[in-house]
């Protein structure tokens, strides 16, 4: 091929510049997206260890432990700990 035919077929400056841009996007996203799901995970996590020591809560609460212990035991502060109690009240039958 003669250098003449080579240089037609070679991309222009704006060209390669809106590739490697394209191209740059496109990683970014990628890189975006799994950085988002990453952290949408440990989140995720995060908010299941909640409930689960906010059921543990409940459970010692209806069980009789005081507020005091229970904020103790499951390291939530003395307002959760009321809060989860006051529900646990307001959820139960009337007998």
Partial sequence: M?????????????????????????????????????????????KGKMEERRNLAAELLREGFSVEKVAKIVKLSLDEVEEIGASIYLNQPES
């Fill in 2 to 46: 003669l250098y003449s035919e080579k240089l037609k077929e070679a991309p222009t400056f704006a060209e390669y510049f809106k590739t490697v841009r394209e191209e740059g996007i496109e990683i970014g996203m990628e890189k975006g997206l799994e950085i988002g799901m990453e952290k949408g995970f440990e989140k995720g996590i995060e």
